[in-house]
């Protein structure tokens, strides 16, 4: 669903972008030699990301690498907000009165804080399912504002075919998200629509921090997990797989690093891989003038089938044969 970024011209709104941007001089042409505002300066990134986990971490390197090898010169202002909506609303004023060139906002609440303080200078999000839902953008393909990025969305209905294939006798799945986060809202939409159409029966269990997603998980009762790229649950995810292990049930996830961590399986996106593209947007905006109002939301095309063959023993679950030839890498 990637699509073609348009570049703006020298344009009175594209102009204080610029500026905002440091893009030099005011009757500079930053597309005119490809190097724009990087061009022996260092810009000021800020970066907030909502919590620490494998996935938005990655994110978090792959957009700086996109950087780096584009010959971009960076200082990196990295905060973390812990998991607190309130630290991540602090981190945006701050970085709305630092006078950054541009912000990357990792997930969903910090990318929503981000949007309420900063409106001077690009903001771009990564790891956000749902901007629109979120309040984010206008649409997809017109953002409308300061705001534009990549969409971690996830084929939710092809994850649940392929937890059906691994455990064709089950009937129960249980879900632990974030009451609080859109993105989880949306996933678990998605995986009820999904389980209604596969004949599965969602249970759902609803937490507000990475404390109680054991408890949670334990207060389920079924035949198998599913894990959204809930930041809340992924953050703490050994506790479901703790509870798979314990009731022999294989527990499905919705991104490759927790399947490095643990999870049975997944089809989904490399966080990686969309933060270099993330990036390279970045790239179009520092370097070339990019206008983020006019540049649409983009997601990674390039899905990967991820099993591990360990966490089928752990879980007392045999991957069929069908599923281990079309892997694309099997985790021992």
Known sequence: MKRPVRLVGALAASALLLAGCGAGGDDADPAADGTGAAAGETVEIGITQIVSHPSLDAAREGFKRALEENGIDANYDEQNAQGDQSTATSIANTFASDGKDLVLAIATP???????????????????????????????????????????????????????????????????????????EVQVELAREAAEELGLTLEEATVSTSAEVQQAAQSLEVDAFYVPTDNAVVSALESVLAVGEQRQVPVIVGESDSVERGGLATYG????????????????????????AEMPVETLEELTLVVNSRAAELMGVEIPQSVLDRADSVVE
Request: net charge negative; aromatic share 6%; glycine share 10%.
């Open 269 to 292: 996106i490399d966080y990686d891989k969309l933060g270099y593209q993330t990036g390279l947007m970045a790239v179009k905006i520092l370097d070339e003038g990019a206008d983020p």
């Open 110 to 184: 910090t990318a929503q804080a981000a949007a309420q303080a900063i409106t001077d200078v690009p903001v771009l999000f990564t790891a956000v399912t749902e901007p629109a839902e979120a309040g984010l953008v206008d649409s997809w393909e017109a953002p409308g504002g300061n705001l534009t990025g990549t969409s971690d969305l996830n084929p939710v209905k092809e994850q649940l075919e392929l937890l059906a294939e691994i455990a064709p006798d089950a009937e129960t799945v249980g879900v632990v998200y974030s009451s609080g986060e859109v993105n989880s």
